[in-house]
């Protein structure tokens, strides 16, 4: 099924950034947003952890920048920027791992991914 990233929160952003990342993630519980557990039983949730988002985030340069009104916004510009991957790695969020875990897949996989 296909997702919008804007929209992605959860299991279902976890999962996208588990992709990218490499990871095989198995029973993800999207109804009960669930993180995915990886097969050795690993928690992955980068959109509510800072040990395995903070990785990422430095690794791919994505900025933030916060807002009078509680929302982030996260540009995944990337150790190879250019001026058009930052416009395409631009996403907003209600956290700053929210929108920066959505910035990651965007810049990676564009505006629309597919999930389970």
């Given amino acids: 099924m296909k997702h919008r990233v ?3 929160e959860g299991a279902l952003l976890d999962a996208a950034v ?3 990342e490499g990871l ?5 519980r999207i109804n009960e947003c669930i993180v995915g557990v990886t097969p050795d039983r690993y928690v992955y949730a980068p959109s509510r952890k800072w040990e395995q988002a903070g990785p ?3 690794r791919e340069r994505i900025m933030l920048t916060s807002y009078a ?3 982030w916004e996260a540009f995944a510009i990337g150790p190879d920027s ?3 991957r930052m416009a395409t790695g631009k ?7 929210i929108a920066a875990m959505r910035a990651y897949v965007v810049a990676k996989l564009g505006h629309e991914v597919e999930l389970p």
């Fill in 6 to 8: 804007s929209e992605l």
């Fill in 18 to 20: 588990a992709l990218i």
């Fill in 24 to 28: 095989t993630v198995d029973g993800i």
């Fill in 56 to 58: 990422i985030i430095e």
């Fill in 69 to 71: 009104n509680g929302e």
């Fill in 82 to 84: 250019v001026v058009e």
């Fill in 91 to 97: 996403m907003h969020g209600p956290t700053t791992l």
